[in-house]
């Protein structure tokens, strides 16, 4: 036996000796106990390892603080680890290169514009102002953005991007590991059930270790998942909830709005309201719930090329009109037909004339997200094989959306003809699609401070020790949270709350001897 | 005592793991012999559990692995966790070895065991699992069906 297998063998044995103490019982209720005795003590805990948490963390450990980063999923990384990252900042190279105009106080109004009201206007310029910070936060420890971008909605030119979340968060967890190495541990498999408090400040967490969260029934994980060992860890300065959006949460979306149960989402498949309901429980007053954000898997803006119709082959909306108004009637089109999705064709016209011709590929090859690919036949009766239509049914559509497109006009829905480009239903080969809105954020949450402290709503003070950032937050946005501006909320108060947390006098706790 | 019958049983499996390594993956294949570590489980338990616990990874089932085998000795199955990375890698090899076995995804960025946001991170248990069939993790967001065979 070489070396290495010794090594194996002796990492094997400690598992299984590990195993044998699973059993023993927790010892006090997380409530009622002042005196609690922890299995560990840390300065700080930080929950959530996507880029809100992950920059708190840092932050927190280069003020030499002992941190400890705690995930309950199977992989480190959140839904920022998937998502696309664009960051809206305002102050960065790219702009200084080109010479663009920009101020925090700009950027604010941009995202106020599209809130409808909803929200706090301090909490948004307090995320604008902290892009340049955050920009260089970024970029002195790893990340390198590769494209400089205009996006919708806002006023000026601001949005750089790493090449996708894999490009912020990988660089960020291997600096962490390489420079933070005895101060920052980050742990998965590690869920949080709840808060200890001791004289009103809260000092812990009620943890549970080797969690295996329930892909077979992720709707349920939160109430009915009972793996794991329990621990008590306690944190001397405080804690940081940066546990991300509930997208995947169907029942709290649907008890919201009937209509989102149907939504898709592509977010971390633990993004769900588990555990900002136990913020609640302790008194922590959560804001916007039932506001949402719809995407689809390719732009608003090249649906129109296409034509959209029900499980019965009838069209049911103007192809060109706007995102939301699509994705309602989409949600509750899909109602009618218990939750089966209609279906986008395009014909070689259409797909030429796409806006985006990178997510039309990426749809081809099925990286774009749930549901999100796209199909190519050569003939319509490919498309109704494959979809499940009656053909003759499928083909009476197209003929009429031909014959209304020859017309020049759309009596039915009012789509406008004349902006087609010879885009309609005739040139083979077909692409087809199942087209449902994706939930891709919610601006709901617990409602924070401009300092990160999370807000008592029975008192309306703040709770000593509990922090929170990045999507968990409730009220930075509002209505319609505006292109790329997460990133800018998760590094603004993952900055505020890591400082903060690190200026928190210690206070003593017990460990379990 | 027990502890020597692990350290026994992991023996075995290096000696298993140093058989595998000298050959590709075809003959390893064809090999059915292999010899069991001990277990302290009484030989009734034993096949009620192998009932319980049945094995739907084919090649796994051929090779006839007990318990033990994967998950060390234990008393009663609660105790049981998934299988940990390096568990699996005894025998594997590396994640890069398990990566060059599926290197025609690569050009896609879609190699499971090196894919696109999650490179080597990824818990080999998160898609094969032994006694349940096995799912893919990406199928959360994606059609996997375009990119690769169903996860054995
Ligand atoms: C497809 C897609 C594309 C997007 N593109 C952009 C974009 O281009 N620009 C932009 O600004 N925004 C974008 N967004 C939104 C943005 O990605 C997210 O809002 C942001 O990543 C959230 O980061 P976070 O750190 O707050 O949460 P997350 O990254 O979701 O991390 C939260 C973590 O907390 C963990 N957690 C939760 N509860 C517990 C618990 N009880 N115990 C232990 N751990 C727990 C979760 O498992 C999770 O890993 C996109 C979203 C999606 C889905």
Known sequence: ?513 | MKKLFIVLGIIMIASIAFLYQGMNAKEQSKKTDVVLPATTLSASKLSELKNDYPSKNDQHKKLGFDCVTCHGDFKDPKEVLPLENKQCLTCHGDYKKVAERTSFLDKNEVNPHDGFHHKDELDCASCHREHKPSVNYCANCHDTKVWMKATP
């Open chain 1, 1 to 513: 036996m070489d070396r290495r297998t010794f090594i194996k063998t002796g990492a094997i044995t400690a598992t299984a000796a590990a195993l044998s103490v699973s059993s023993i019982a927790p010892f006090v209720d997380a409530e009622e106990n002042t005196d609690t005795e922890f299995d560990e003590v840390f300065d700080i805990i930080v929950v959530g390892s996507g880029l809100a948490g992950t920059t708190s963390a840092i932050t927190a450990a280069e003020h030499g603080n002992k941190v400890l980063v705690v995930d309950k999923m199977n992989i480190l990384g959140g839904t920022s680890l998937i998502s696309g990252l664009n960051f809206s900042c305002v102050g960065s190279d790219e702009q200084k290169a080109r010479g663009i105009k920009d101020t925090p106080e700009l950027m604010a109004e941009d995202m106020r514009k599209v809130s409808e009201d909803y929200g706090d206007p301090e909490l948004s310029l307090t995320v604008a102002r902290m892009t340049t910070r955050f920009y260089h936060f970024l970029k002195d420890r790893g990340v390198v953005f590769k494209e400089f971008k205009q996006l919708g909605g806002h006023s000026v030119a601001r949005a750089v991007w790493a090449g996708g979340g894999a490009f912020v968060i990988r660089p960020l967890h291997a600096y962490a590991r390489e420079n933070l190495a005895d101060r920052l541990t980050m742990r998965k498999r590690c869920k949080v059930d709840d808060i200890v408090f001791e004289n009103g400040r809260a000092v812990g967490l009620k943890v549970r270790e080797n969690y295996y969260f329930d892909f077979d029934d992720p709707q349920n994980d939160d109430k009915k998942n009972k793996t794991g060992t329990v621990k008590y860890i306690g944190a001397k300065k405080g804690i940081v909830f940066a546990s991300g959006g509930y997208c995947r949460d169907k029942k709290l979306l649907g008890a919201e709005a009937d209509i989102l149960e149907e939504t898709n989402s592509d977010a971390n498949p633990g993004a769900r309201s588990g555990t900002m309901q136990m913020l609640m429980s302790h008194g922590a007053q959560a804001v916007n719930l039932s506001l949402f954000r719809l995407a689809y898997p390719i732009p608003t803006e090249d649906l129109m090329w296409g034509m959209l119709i029900n499980p019965d082959g009838k069209r049911f909306v103007n192809e060109f009109g706007n995102r939301n108004t699509i994705g309602m009637t989409i949600l509750k089109e899909k109602k009618k037909f218990d939750g089966k999705a209609p279906l986008l064709i395009y014909d070689q016209t259409g797909a030429d004339n796409f806006h985006d011709k990178q997510r039309f590929q990426l749809s081809m090859e099925a990286k774009n997200g749930y549901e999100g690919t796209m199909y190519k036949f050569q003939t319509l009766k490919e498309v109704a094989k494959y979809f499940g239509y009656d053909p003759r049914v499928l083909q009476k559509a197209v003929d009429e959306y031909n014959a209304a497109l020859d017309s020049g006009v759309d009596q039915e829905f009012g789509k406008d003809f004349s902006q087609m480009n010879g885009a309609a239903l005739r040139k083979a080969p077909f692409y087809a699609m199942r087209l449902t809105p994706k939930c891709t954020y919610t601006p709901g949450g617990v409602r924070i401070t401009k300092e990160a402290q999370m807000i008592n709503s029975a008192t309306g003070e703040t709770f000593e020790g509990l922090f929170a950032a990045g999507e968990a937050t409730g009220g930075v946005h509002g209505a319609m949270r505006l292109t790329a501006c997460s990133v800018p909320d998760c590094g603004a108060f993952g900055l505020i709350s890591g400082d903060n947390v690190s200026a928190m006098k210690p206070v003593k706790l017990k460990m379990k001897s």
